[in-house]
Nanobody, 122 residues
Framework: QVQLVESGGGLVQPSGSLRLSCAAS????????MSWYRQAPGKERELVAA????????NYADSVKGRFTISRDNEKNTVYLQMNSLKPEDTAVYYC???????????????WGQGTQVTVSS
């Protein structure tokens, strides 16, 4: 069974740091792009960061560039999000996403974690 389990969220003060982890199982992790999304109350889900299947390329939302770093360890089937210089507007539920492109159709396969709460507040 496919599982994506996020951890590392919590309450942190502005300018603080957190490291989120997403442990994957039940699928070929190295064949999937991994991403972090977040959703704040009353707002739509947004892409925070993405990393290609072997970690060659990364992409970030403008709002987190220079502050967040996505990385992955394919031997551990885990993707990370290092979050530095946190701001109140970073408060959201953060979700781990795994995506594979099926080129024949074309289409995508997506798996999602249950999310972890990040709250940035004084």
């Amino acid at each position: 069974q496919v599982q994506l389990v996020e951890s590392g969220g919590g309450l942190v003060q502005p300018s603080g740091s957190l490291r989120l982890s997403c442990a994957a199982s039940g699928f070929t992790f190295s064949a999937y792009q991994m991403s972090w999304y977040r959703q704040a109350p009353g707002k739509e889900r947004e892409l925070v960061a993405a990393i290609t299947s072997h970690g060659d390329y990364t992409n970030y939302a403008d709002s987190v560039k220079g502050r967040f770093t996505i990385s992955r360890d394919n031997e551990k089937n885990t993707v990370y999000l290092q979050m530095n210089s946190l701001k109140p507007e970073d408060t959201a539920v953060y979700y781990c996403n795994a995506r594979a492109i099926v080129v024949l159709h074309p289409s995508t396969i997506d798996y999602w974690g249950q999310g972890t709460q990040v709250t940035v507040s004084s």
